[in-house]
């Protein structure tokens, strides 16, 4: 048996809800397990094991339930670390709306229904992760490299996709590791994933670093408010500039996220017109963002209510997997992973992670309050094509 352990560290907090996930936080094996397994599929297996299926590899080393009796796995899974019975939404970060954080955190905003708190880890909390093997000792370097690859590119709990949770290696150290360009050659398919990083300067604090992140994802995702926006100072709506329409005019993603705000007026009965002099990219009926992350909701608040926040929100619609008219069903799962990385000499990275093994699948229709849209690929091309990225691995 081949056994190994690895020392961890969280330098982003890390929303990881335990028994009670509204009051404590805890890092637990199943969910590390979980993070391999992703990982191990998502890469294509092992070269080691080749020709084996993935299938049947991910069965002999994780084990399985399928069939008609289960299989026990070969790899064996401990974790050292701290519960705390400590929990916090996005006020507890400064991480208020119109934030980057509180972009990402907008789940764990207070409101009627709760504080929205979960249970938190901060950063500098260490764990060590042991590894037992009980199987062949040809696969033991692989093993190796499949932690390495999740420990600098993968991330724990709640919005891990969106920059929290993210872990770095403190020991072993790199001398006694490949490289993590080395490490994804153990695997069959390296080119699933395309890592980069942007090119800006990156600010050398957790924070710093995940709204730079927050803040150039955003922009590809959404267009702005082109025509008023809320104030809730004075508690009423107040025109956009035309300074701040140019600004959001300015965004990378500007005109693909103008196509689906289109497609979201069209169910309603309210069109835009044909000739929209903010230039939408696409064409009627076609969507995109979509391509980066199901369910999305979407409020248009030129056509609610004028009498304050709560019942502004009266034009609501809702994109989904399933052609139903009420709440949206089905989730799909972001392609692109937003990773703050600290490498071993201490210096901070922005990743960007284009999972291409996961994204959206060519032909798949989405949703639109039961309507049925077309979904392309080329905002999430472009953002691939962004120039403030470059090649990282």
Same mark, same amino acid.
């Given at each position: 048996?081949?056994?190994?352990?690895?020392?961890?560290?969280?330098?982003?907090?890390?929303?990881?809800?335990?028994?009670?996930?509204?009051?404590?936080?805890?890092?637990?094996?199943?969910?590390?397990?979980?993070?391999?397994?992703?990982?191990?599929?998502?890469? %294509?297996?092992?070269?080691?094991?080749?020709?084996?299926?993935?299938?049947?590899?991910?069965?002999?080393?994780?084990?399985?339930?399928?069939?008609?009796?289960?299989?026990?796995?070969? =790899?064996?899974?401990?974790?050292?670390?701290?519960?705390?019975?400590?929990? @916090?939404?996005?006020?507890? =970060?400064?991480?208020?709306? #119109?934030?980057?954080? %509180?972009?990402?955190?907008?789940?764990?905003?207070?409101?009627?229904?709760?504080?929205?708190?979960?249970?938190?880890?901060?950063?500098?909390?260490?764990?060590?992760?042991?590894?037992?093997?009980?199987?062949?000792?040809?696969?033991? +370097?692989?093993?190796?490299?499949?932690?390495? @690859?999740?420990?600098?590119?993968?991330?724990?709990?709640?919005?891990?996709?969106?920059?929290?949770?993210?872990?770095?290696?403190?020991?072993?150290?790199?001398?006694?590791?490949?490289?993590?360009?080395?490490?994804?050659?153990?695997? &069959? &398919?390296?080119?699933?994933?395309?890592?980069?990083?942007?090119? $800006? /300067?990156?600010?050398?604090?957790?924070? %710093?670093?995940?709204?730079?992140?927050?803040?150039?994802?955003?922009?590809?995702?959404?267009?702005?408010?082109?025509?008023?926006?809320?104030?809730?100072?004075?508690?009423?709506?107040? !025109?956009?500039?035309?300074?701040?329409?140019?600004?959001?005019?300015?965004?990378?993603?500007?005109?693909?996220?103008?196509?689906?705000?289109?497609?979201?007026?069209?169910?309603?009965?309210? &069109?835009?017109?044909?000739?929209?002099?903010?230039?939408?990219? %696409?064409?009627?009926?076609?969507?995109?963002?979509?391509?980066?992350?199901? !369910?999305?909701?979407?409020?248009?608040? +030129?056509?609610?209510?004028?009498?304050?926040?709560?019942?502004?929100?009266? @034009?609501?619609?809702?994109?989904?997997?399933?052609?139903?008219? #009420?709440?949206?069903?089905?989730?799909?799962?972001?392609?692109?992973?937003?990773?703050?990385?600290?490498? @071993?000499?201490?210096?901070?990275?922005?990743?960007?992670? /284009?999972?291409?093994?996961?994204?959206?699948?060519?032909?798949?229709?989405? /949703? =639109?309050?039961?309507? $049925?849209?077309?979904? &392309?690929?080329?905002?999430?091309?472009?953002?691939?094509?962004? !120039?403030?990225?470059?090649?990282?691995?």
């Amino acid at each position: 048996m081949k056994i190994e352990s690895f020392q961890l560290e969280l330098i982003t907090p890390c929303f990881c809800g335990g028994a009670e996930p509204e009051k404590q936080a805890e890092i637990r094996a199943p969910s590390i397990r979980g993070q391999l397994r992703w990982w191990f599929r998502t890469l %294509g297996g092992f070269k080691s094991l080749a020709p084996m299926s993935v299938r049947d590899q991910e069965a002999m080393i994780f084990g399985t339930t399928a069939g008609d009796e289960g299989q026990a796995g070969k =790899l064996i899974l401990r974790v050292a670390s701290q519960t705390l019975a400590e929990a @916090a939404n996005a006020d507890d =970060l400064e991480a208020g709306m #119109g934030t980057p954080l %509180g972009y990402a955190l907008f789940p764990l905003r207070s409101s009627r229904d709760g504080d929205g708190k979960r249970g938190i880890l901060g950063t500098g909390v260490s764990f060590r992760l042991t590894l037992l093997w009980r199987g062949s000792p040809d696969v033991w +370097s692989s093993l190796r490299s499949l932690v390495l @690859a999740w420990a600098n590119l993968g991330a724990m709990g709640f919005r891990a996709r969106r920059g929290f949770g993210s872990i770095w290696l403190k020991s072993p150290s790199t001398i006694e590791l490949p490289g993590i360009d080395l490490a994804l050659q153990a695997f &069959s &398919s390296p080119e699933s994933i395309n890592v980069k990083a942007l090119k $800006e /300067f990156v600010p050398q604090t957790w924070r %710093g670093v995940t709204a730079i992140l927050l803040n150039r994802y955003r922009s590809w995702r959404q267009h702005g408010q082109m025509n008023r926006r809320w104030d809730k100072n004075s508690q009423r709506w107040i !025109p956009i500039s035309e300074g701040q329409r140019e600004e959001n005019r300015k965004a990378p993603g500007f005109r693909y996220a103008r196509r689906d705000h289109n497609e979201g007026l069209d169910v309603q009965g309210t &069109s835009a017109p044909a000739g929209d002099g903010e230039r939408p990219a %696409g064409k009627f009926g076609t969507t995109f963002r979509p391509a980066l992350g199901l !369910p999305i909701i979407q409020h248009f608040s +030129s056509l609610g209510s004028d009498h304050g926040p709560i019942k502004r929100w009266v @034009a609501t619609v809702n994109w989904g997997l399933e052609p139903s008219r #009420g709440a949206p069903k089905g989730r799909f799962a972001s392609p692109v992973l937003l990773r703050p990385h600290r490498d @071993a000499q201490g210096r901070w990275h922005a990743l960007v992670i /284009f999972v291409d093994a996961h994204k959206w699948p060519a032909g798949k229709k989405v /949703f =639109l309050n039961g309507q $049925e849209r077309d979904v &392309s690929l080329d905002l999430y091309e472009a953002m691939k094509a962004d !120039p403030a990225l470059m090649p990282f691995i």
